[in-house]
């Protein structure tokens, strides 16, 4: 499993990568695995205000239905509509081109409730700190 070292996870399978008072938003590796090929993806609404560990969108795959769950509370100030004419993105490059939201945090917002990249490895049990599993 890729787990980046530079981003933040949520317990619900959601990684934050913080730029400032603002972080952009997506799901992990273990999620698109988990989940398997996503056909849709019903993004959330820009100016919306979501709070942390409240439902923000849903992803569909073949397999199921997902929410997806803000990591941080915030205001959501941008989506990422390429994932409307190609949802695969999220399985493809989860990291990259798949990003969900962005969201401009909170004042005085705590990160201290998500995982480091050791935490989130611990969690999902992938041995490996950073490759594949």
Same mark, same amino acid.
């Given at each position: 499993m890729n787990i980046p070292e530079?981003?933040?996870y949520a317990a619900t399978h959601e990684w934050l990568r913080l730029d400032g008072e603002a972080g952009t938003v997506g799901i992990t590796d273990?999620?698109?695995a988990e989940l398997t090929d996503v056909v849709y993806v019903e993004l959330p609404k820009v100016g919306a205000q979501a709070n942390?560990? =409240?439902?923000?969108c849903v992803v569909e795959s073949v397999k199921a239905a997902s929410d997806i769950y803000a990591p941080i509370s915030g205001t959501i100030t941008a989506v990422n509509d390429a994932l409307t004419?190609?949802?695969?993105?999220?399985?493809?490059?989860?990291?990259? =081109?798949?990003?969900i939201f962005k969201i401009k945090i909170e004042a005085g917002e705590d990160i201290e409730h998500l995982k480091s990249p050791a935490q989130?490895?611990?969690?999902?049990?992938?041995?490996?700190p950073g490759g594949e599993v």
């Open positions: 530079d981003l933040q273990h999620a698109q942390a560990g =409240e439902q923000v004419a190609n949802p695969a993105l999220l399985n493809t490059d989860p990291f990259g =081109e798949g990003w989130y490895r611990a969690q999902i049990g992938s041995a490996d």
